[in-house]
């Protein structure tokens, strides 16, 4: 895996609000309420960095989430698709955030992490995501939940994949679930190979929070 220079900063924090975090056999995740200003991070970065990952609270704020979770951050690195690792680091992560909360998995096996506000404009996209078998099972007085629930499914395992070029619609297809506040729900991906991960899942404040766990090489 050819790796590409690496980003380096340091995080320094006032109080740390961490909302929750969770743990699995193989994994652990922090979400990250995002409450702070830019003068609450104070950054040391290479001048190569982005002024506008610099002025991103949002961005720092999955960075931070990661750090809660005793990751190095100042060690990650981006592979020619993006796709960020720890360098020597044996753990692989995964990123998400959005406008109030950050979200950040650290993992010995593959991971994608995805976390968005449930809104109507879903609906602007829904078409070039959702497969016709996934229509059939989606009751509409759970329309929006569960279009975020698949949105971000889809979300959380192109990151696990890591390699882009992957057709939401046809690549990745839920089986059929029933809507919880927390759960599981089974997602084929047929792009490269043809092998079903476990999405995970927590829905919480008006937003969804999704994960999944694959192997060492997807």
Excluded at 87 to 95: A, E, F, M, R, T
Excluded at 196 to 213: A, K, M, N
């Amino acid at each position: 895996m050819k790796l590409v220079t690496a980003i380096v900063y340091v995080i320094s924090l006032k109080p740390m609000p961490v909302l929750k975090k969770i743990q699995t056999n193989d994994s652990e995740v922090c979400v990250w309420k995002i409450t702070e200003g830019q003068s609450d991070f104070e950054l040391n970065l290479q001048p190569s960095e982005s002024t506008q990952a610099q002025r991103n609270i949002q961005w720092l704020a999955g960075r931070a989430a990661l750090s809660a979770l005793h990751v190095d951050v100042s060690s990650i690195q981006k592979d020619e698709f993006g796709k960020p690792h720890l360098g020597s680091n044996s753990h692989q992560i995964s990123l998400s955030h959005c406008k109030k909360y950050a979200a950040a998995i650290k993992s010995n096996l593959s991971v994608g992490i995805d976390i968005e506000e449930i809104t109507p404009r879903i609906d602007r996209i829904a078409k070039r995501f959702v497969h016709p078998n996934e229509w059939a099972f989606i009751n509409e007085s759970q329309r929006l939940e569960m279009l975020y629930l698949l949105w971000s499914g889809k979300e959380a395992l192109y990151k696990l994949y890591g390699k882009k070029a992957v057709d939401f619609q046809n690549h990745m297809i839920a089986q059929p679930f029933e809507l919880r506040k927390s759960g599981i729900f089974t997602m084929k991906f047929l792009k490269d190979v043809n092998e079903s991960f476990i999405i995970q899942y927590e829905i919480f404040d008006g937003h969804t929070l999704v994960w999944v766990e694959g192997k060492d090489d997807v």
